[in-house]
């Protein structure tokens, strides 16, 4: 895969995951696979090991292995590796500008920002989509033409927790059900996985 750093600097990476994944997805068994254990049981079950007490020894070694800096993160001692991949961040790590004429990231990753028009698609990890398949109503996605739509794709070593970027009153959830396909490229070359997978909206 590409990525650019906060730098700007381009570089290429493919790890063990993106290569099994790759595999899995390029076969017909291997997809048949990978979509019964995109079932929303497998993902709970795991959801379950992941949140016990038996996943902390996995912590070090992810940290290690995909370089994640620690320094940006409070000091304990996690509970579990769901609790170690939530952690909070230390205060004054990320910087946040007064400046209403600036507009604030949500959280951490990688970004890229569209013009939004009837006509006009934009690419998530390789996979062509627009406003109206994402939220499934295309007349909701009218009321954003002439808008912009900013993907921010967040990857293991990111901070996973997001900000407002503005005030104002959250409605609530709007869920749309799915399936829980990964969301490596390589599972986006052979399904539309944006428009399949488990998603949620909101409004400010």
């Known amino acids: 895969m590409k990525y650019r750093d906060r730098q700007g600097r381009e570089y290429e990476q ?9 595999a899995a997805y390029s076969s017909a068994m291997g997809r048949a696979l990978m979509k019964f254990l995109g079932c929303p049981i497998f993902s709970k079950c795991a959801r379950v090991i992941l949140d016990s ?7 070090f070694g992810f940290a290690e292995k995909n370089g994640i800096d620690m320094f940006d993160y409070e000091e304990r001692m996690y509970r579990s590796f769901n609790d170690f991949f939530t952690r909070k961040i230390k205060p004054g790590r990320r910087f946040i500008t007064k400046d209403k004429n600036l507009l604030v990231s949500p959280s951490d990753g ?5 013009k939004i028009t009837q006509s006009d698609t934009f690419i998530i990890k390789n ?10 109503d295309s007349k909701l996605a009218k009321r954003y033409e002439g808008g912009y739509a900013v993907i921010i794709r967040l990857s293991v070593d990111d901070y996973h927790r997001y900000c407002y970027v503005d005030s104002g009153q959250k409605s609530k959830n709007h869920w749309l059900p799915g399936v829980y396909h990964t969301v490596n490229p390589a599972a986006a070359e052979v399904y539309p996985i944006y428009k399949e997978n488990t998603r949620c909206y909101s409004f400010i």
């Open 110 to 114: 990688k970004v890229t920002a569209y």
């Open 14 to 22: 493919t790890t063990s995951q993106d290569s099994f994944l790759a």
């Open 53 to 59: 007490k038996f996943s902390v020894p996995f912590i």
């Open 127 to 136: 996979a062509v989509y627009n406003t109206a398949s994402l939220l499934r």
